[in-house]
T-cell receptor, first 113, second 108 residues
Framework: KAGVTQTPRYLIKTRGQQVTLSCSPISGHRSVSWYQQTPGQGLQFLFE???????NKGNFPGRFSGRQFSNSRSEMNVSTLELGDSALYLC????????????FGPGTRLTVT | KNEVEQSPQNLTAQEGEFITINCSYS?????LHWLQQHPGGGIVSLFMLSSGKKKHGRLIATINIQEKHSSLHITASHPRDSAVYICAGRWDTDKLIFGTGTRLQVFP
């Protein structure tokens, strides 16, 4: 079984721009969760999608949004980028949600200049 | 407030040593996860447990619900075990809350 894939792996953007990151879960997994990892704050939960619906959300501003498609692939979008959005963005898939084992993708490293 | 605390922050060991990483959490946890993150960022889920003990190879995870404490043990440590180990708790909000991680370096 192929693992969780994320694209792109690296990205450099300028303040004020917007960015879209993509996550393809393991086949058969219906839940995709997104996380942000920074040196200062560590790993933080962004949101979880299950069967195309946002099921849970962390404490992030509305500039962070996401969606899930019928094939369970998920995208997250960050609008009006700030320097503090520079981070490693990880997605994880699981069969049914955060109560199940999470399988993580390699991450997208976003640098905002 | 749901919280997770890990100790120590940094740990160095000689190859072959027995290693323990600790995680304490606030009351009401549903499950606790142990994760391993290698340089470069990739994260692997090691264990998910809500009671008792689990073992996989040289890794053992235990949880004591009454004491709100979990430990990750590595027996016969090896340089390839060098990584950051992260515990994460899940409560009824169903959101994972992560500890700050323990950076382990095992020297030959």
């Amino acid at each position: 079984k192929a693992g969780v894939t994320q694209t792109p792996r690296y990205l450099i953007k300028t303040r004020g721009q917007q960015v879209t990151l993509s996550c393809s879960p393991i086949s058969g997994h219906r839940s995709v969760s997104w996380y942000q990892q920074t040196p200062g704050q560590g790993l933080q939960f962004l949101f979880e999608y299950f069967s195309e619906t946002q099921r849970n959300k962390g404490n992030f501003p509305g500039r962070f949004s996401g969606r899930q498609f019928s094939n369970s692939r998920s995208e997250m979008n960050v609008s009006t980028l700030e320097l503090g959005d520079s981070a490693l963005y990880l997605c994880a898939s699981s069969f049914q949600g955060q109560g199940n084992e999470q399988y993580f993708g390699p991450g997208t490293r976003l640098t905002v200049t | 407030k749901n919280e997770v605390e890990q100790s120590p922050q940094n740990l160095t060991a000689q190859e072959g040593e027995f290693i323990t990483i600790n995680c304490s959490y606030s009351v009401g946890i549903s499950a606790l996860h142990w994760l391993q993150q290698h340089p470069g960022g990739g994260i692997v889920s090691l264990f998910m447990l809500s009671s008792g003990k689990k073992k996989h190879g040289r890794l053992i995870a235990t949880i004591n619900i009454q004491e709100k404490h979990s430990s990750l043990h590595i027996t016969a440590s090896h340089p390839r075990d060098s990584a950051v180990y992260i515990c994460a708790g899940r409560w009824d909000t169903d959101k994972l809350i992560f500890g700050t991680g323990t950076r382990l370096q095992v020297f030959p």
